[in-house]
């Protein structure tokens, strides 16, 4: 089974910073990749896909990066509404798509 | 507007049973692939269990395997999940997702539902 190990699992940060989540993969997964957001108490939301490419209504602020093993989620210019928190995905696995274990982002 | 709901969680002894369910509406059921996706309390998401398009592939995280069964009833546009010989570290929301491709094959979770809540506990 391809593990996703993400870092850290939690930052303090202030509005207007710039925020990296890394997440490395156990094996090499080409761009089969995803960044998610999830708000206490509801589901995820699908912020970027293919590794970089930007979900439809994503603010533009959240971008992605990477392919193979190591993989980035940017946030710059950090805004109250993206204190959340933030899970990686692997799709390389047919049909069997796990995640990572999350990065926490609050308030400093 | 694509919409899922789950039902049939609830607070259930260990040992025991529970079928969840996903009603799905607002797209073709019967062309997607179909997931559940748990979240143990104050704990981050699990993958748990997939069923394709028609139903002919099924596959488990281990610690499902042998316990929970995934099915789908594309008349009903409706989702399952069987859960047999419930344990305590089954207690999560569990949510159903649909995977969906783009037109290069890179696959994601673009809608989920609103999850329901399991409890084990005696």
């Known amino acids: 089974d391809i593990q996703m190990t993400q870092s850290p699992s939690s930052l303090s940060a202030s509005v207007g910073d710039r925020v990296t989540i890394t997440c490395r993969a156990s094996?090499?997964?080409?761009?089969?990749f995803n960044w998610y957001q999830q708000k206490p108490g509801k589901a995820p939301n699908l912020l970027i896909y293919?590794?970089?490419s930007l979900q439809s209504g994503v603010p533009s602020r959240f971008s992605g990066s990477g392919s193979g093993t190591d993989f980035t989620l940017t946030i710059s210019n950090l805004q109250p509404e993206d204190f959340a928190t933030y899970y990686c995905?692997?799709?390389?696995?047919?049909?069997?798509?796990?995640f990572g274990q999350g990065t926490k982002v609050e308030i400093k | 507007q694509v919409q899922m709901v789950e039902s049939g969680g609830g607070v259930v002894q260990p040992g025991r049973s529970l079928r969840l369910s996903c009603a799905a509406s607002?797209?073709?059921?019967?062309?997607?692939?179909m997931h559940w996706v748990r979240q143990a309390p104050g704990k981050g998401l699990e993958w748990v269990a997939v069923?394709?398009?028609?139903?002919?592939?099924?596959y488990y995280v281990d610690s499902a395997k042998g316990r929970f069964t995934i099915s789908r009833d594309n008349s009903k546009n409706t989702l399952y999940v069987q859960m047999n010989s419930l344990r305590g570290e089954d207690t999560a929301v569990y949510y159903c997702?649909?995977?969906?491709?783009?037109?290069?094959?890179?696959?994601?979770?673009?809608?989920w539902g609103q999850g329901t809540v399991v409890t084990v506990s005696s």
């Open positions: 997702a649909r995977a969906n491709y783009d037109r290069s094959g890179w696959g994601y979770f673009d809608f």
């Open positions: 607002g797209f073709t059921f019967s062309s997607y692939a």
């Open positions: 069923i394709s398009y028609d139903g002919s592939e099924k």
């Open positions: 094996q090499s997964i080409s761009r089969y």
């Open positions: 293919a590794a970089s």
């Open positions: 995905q692997q799709t390389y696995n047919t049909l069997l798509w796990t």
